[in-house]
C-alpha cells in the first residue's frame, strides 16, 4: 500500500523549506522541522521530508540503500530519478553513516559551474549542542558547537581534505528524529 505525502504538499513544502534554509544560514545550529510524513524503511520522515522538499522531476537522487517501496514512492511523490551511481546524483540519501562511501565519490562541482554538486541528508543518531566540536564560518557568530551521534570519524577527515577545492564541494544535511542540521561547504571544522 502506497504510503501518504505531505497533506497540502506545496504548503507543507514550503515550511520545511523555510526550516532547511535557516539551518543553512546558520550552519550546525539543529532546527525543528515542522513537518513529518510517513516513510518507508530506510528512510526516516525527517528525511523524507527533506526529499520531498528538495526534489523534483528536474533532479536524480542516489540511495545508499536502495528497496522497491521508498524508490516508488520517491518516484510517485517527486518524479524524481533515481541514480544508480552517487557521482550522477543531485541529492544522496545517506541511511548508514558507518557505511557511507567516501564523500569524493559525490558530484562536488566543477569550476565554472560549483553548484553543479550533490547534496547529502545524512541520517545520524541525534545532536549535542552541549558537546562535539566547534565550527566556523559564514553564519555562525564566533563558533558553533555541535557533536554529532554516529558519524564516523572518517567523514571529517574526508570532509578537511574537501575543503581545499573551495569553492568547490558538497553541502550537508545530517537529519536526527525532528531536527535537521546543515554543513555547508563553506564551513570549517576548528581543530581542538
Known amino acids: 500500500m502506497m504510503l501518504a505525502a505531505f497533506a497540502d504538499p506545496v504548503f507543507d ?76 546524483a543531485d541529492f544522496a ?13 559525490f558530484a562536488h562541482g566543477d569550476m565554472r559551474y560549483p553548484d553543479r554538486s550533490a547534496s547529502l541528508i545524512v541520517q545520524v543518531e541525534g545532536f549535542r549542542t552541549d558537546a562535539g566540536a566547534h565550527f566556523a564560518g559564514p553564519g555562525i557568530r564566533d563558533t558553533a558547537q555541535l557533536a554529532i551521534d554516529g558519524l564516523p570519524e572518517r567523514f571529517w577527515q574526508q570532509r578537511a581534505e574537501m575543503a581545499a577545492q573551495l569553492p568547490l564541494g558538497i553541502d550537508l544535511y545530517f537529519v536526527a528524529a525532528r531536527r535537521v542540521a546543515a554543513l555547508p561547504r563553506t564551513t570549517r571544522k576548528l581543530e581542538s
Open 93 to 105: 540519501l545517506i541511511s548508514d553513516p558507518a557505511n557511507m562511501p567516501p564523500l569524493a565519490t
Open 13 to 88: 513544502s514550503q515550511r520545511n523549506f523555510r526550516e532547511m534554509l535557516q539551518a543553512m544560514a546558520r550552519p550546525m545550529q539543529p532546527r525543528e522541522l515542522p513537518l513529518l510524513p510517513p516513510s518507508p524503511a530506510p528512510i526516516t520522515p525527517a528525511a523524507m521530508a527533506l526529499l520531498l522538499t528538495l526534489c523534483d522531476a528536474t533532479t536524480s537522487v542516489w540511495l545508499q540503500q536502495p528497496n522497491d517501496e521508498a524508490m516508488h514512492h520517491l518516484r510517485f511523490h517527486t518524479g524524481t530519478r533515481l541514480a544508480e551511481n552517487p557521482a550522477e
